[in-house]
């Protein structure tokens, strides 16, 4: 019998895991899918000499992570590679936006939009480097966090503290608006924003899309060379070599819970594994506590509160092989690894809220990745390994467009919306379609059955808005791992601080575990004596 039985291997549940094997802990990972990763996982599923990722590609908030980094995965042979340029968001009319690797660089380039706006951001990067790595350490520990929070206090103090908060706070339209004079830096904070299911509008999304913008200058948003598998496979490595066991398609079913307490997990199979310590769960917090525990181990308020629990934005996404590198008409845009496409701000606003009334957007925002232009190993030389994905309604009710897309998602659904998806991105880089030599279409539909954790394609295991983060994650009053259910803990994205591959939630869970132990075997000694 395992110490711990970890429910999941995504990459949340591999640090979890590992954290444990290292505090000498016996550990048994049970993943449902043939192979681990969870969305850490590329393939050669569209063309044999082209490596895609299957789901998530690039990790600002990866290489930002002191839970990662404490991993030391370049022991297990992980190496990180960067496109020459971050990003960029090309307009029609051939300007270009551009996230440089140097922010003298991204402040020149959005100097060209209107006077002043390259100090503008200068400052903006002034204030990250006094106060990012506080933000990072607050932002990766159990809510609340105390240590990091002081030290952030008195960073922000030194910062401007209540002015930067209400910064913050601003939707990240109006953070744009108050911060540049022209349309460059207002769209890169805007569509950084939209990583998430933050509209332009909404309240909080200005200091994500200044989180996101402020990573990537300061640490890019690098690839794992070889492809994203690469990142699972190191901490598998890790895992392995320190005794834990991972064993995949073994789905668990049920947590066994006795007198309060989880105690075991059971399979598909029909197999009982006991757990001595603890069960952790790498799963959304839906499949928690409804599937795996159910409603009669559980407070009727915590059964109440997952009637209001709401999902972030379905997704779509589409791979290719393509001949040649995609031609834009803006030429920065050919060596940034991300590129995002919308019509300004404006555009933004008006593909949020067709989102809002649950209409598939006629004209969708694509995140487009560039990945042999950040990692020349992904396909044959002058040829690009890429993808592209827009947002969705959980539940749509009409299309904008004119393809009647109901979300069945049938072969003609699916057919159409990646039909869209290129259509949006020939109106930046007309000759594109010419390019494609295969292609693979995943419909929200096929993201949930490749991971359960990605409930239609929802890709943060939650929305980010605020009414939903720290300690309303993922219900009000929650807002760390331990759940009502002792020695179960929730080790997913569906905890704080939520989605991104950064591992947080899965060491929080872990040493939540490893503090909760050590208490009770104080108690017992205590007790004896």
């Known amino acids: 019998m395992p110490d711990a039985v970890i429910i999941g291997s995504g990459p949340n549940g591999l640090v979890a895991a590992n954290l444990l094997v290292d505090a000498g802990w016996s550990v048994e990972v049970l993943e ?43 022991a297990q042979g992980l190496r990180w590679s960067h496109a020459p340029r971050v990003l960029a968001h090309p307009l029609r009319d051939g300007r270009c936006a551009v996230l440089e690797r140097r922010a003298e660089q991204t402040a020149a380039g959005l100097a060209g939009f209107a006077q002043g706006d390259g100090y503008a951001w200068q400052a903006m990067c002034d204030i990250w480097t006094r106060t990012g790595p506080d933000v990072v350490k607050a932002l990766f520990t159990p809510f609340p966090p105390l240590k990091s929070g002081l030290r952030l206090a008195r960073s922000l103090r030194t910062a401007g503290g209540l002015r930067l908060a209400r910064k913050l706070a601003l939707p990240v339209r109006r953070l744009g608006e108050e911060e540049f004079a022209g349309e460059g830096g207002r769209l890169l904070l805007a569509g950084n924003a939209l990583h998430a299911d933050l509209p332009p509008e909404a309240a909080g999304s200005g200091g994500f899309g200044w989180l996101m913008s402020m990573l990537g200058q300061s640490h890019g948003f690098p690839v794992p060379v070889g492809g994203s598998s690469a990142l699972t496979d190191a901490l598998v490595r890790r895992l392995r070599e320190r005794g834990g066991v991972l064993r995949c398609r073994e789905r668990v079913t049920s947590v066994v819970v006795r007198a309060g307490a989880a105690v075991a997990v059971r399979t598909a199979g029909g197999e009982t594994i006991g757990a001595r ?45 393509l001949t040649g590198k995609v031609p834009w008409t803006a030429a920065p845009a050919a060596e940034a690894g991300t590129v995002h496409m919308a019509d300004g701000v404006d555009g933004l606003t008006r593909f949020a809220a067709q989102l809002a009334v649950g209409h598939v957007p006629d004209e969708p925002f694509v995140l487009f990745g560039q990945m042999t232009t950040a990692d020349p190993s992904r396909s044959p030389a002058g040829t690009e390994s890429a993808w592209a994905y827009t ?102 994205a569906a905890a704080h601080p939520g989605g991104g591959v950064h591992g947080a939630p899965g060491a929080n869970a872990a040493r939540a575990a490893l503090r909760a132990h050590g208490l009770r075997t104080l108690l017992h000694r205590a007790q004896r004596v």
């Open 391 to 492: 947002h969705l309604p959980q539940h749509i009710r009409a299309d904008a467009g004119t393809d009647k897309i109901t979300g069945r998602w049938d072969e003609r659904e699916q057919q159409a919306m990646a039909d869209r998806i290129e259509a949006q991105v020939e109106r930046y880089a007309p000759g594109f379609r010419a390019l494609i030599r295969a292609r693979r279409i995943l419909a929200p539909t096929t993201l949930q059955t490749l991971n359960e954790n990605l409930h239609n394609g929802a890709i943060n295991n939650g929305t980010t808005a605020l009414h939903q983060q720290a300690v309303f994650r993922p219900t009000p009053g929650t807002g760390r791992p331990e759940t009502p259910v002792r020695g179960l803990y929730l080790a997913s």
């Open 32 to 74: 449902a899918q043939p192979e681990p990763g969870g969305a850490v996982r590329s393939d050669r599923g569209v063309h044999p000499d082209y490596v895609s990722d299957v789901f998530s590609a690039f990790y600002p908030l990866a290489a930002a992570s002191p839970v990662l980094a404490g991993l030391d995965l370049a």
């Open 277 to 321: 310590r603890a069960v952790l769960a790498d799963t959304s917090a839906p499949a928690l506590y409804r599937e795996l525990v159910g409603e009669e181990h559980l407070p009727a308020r915590l059964v109440r509160d997952l009637e209001r629990f709401q999902w972030d934005f379905a997704t779509f996404k589409v791979d290719w092989a």
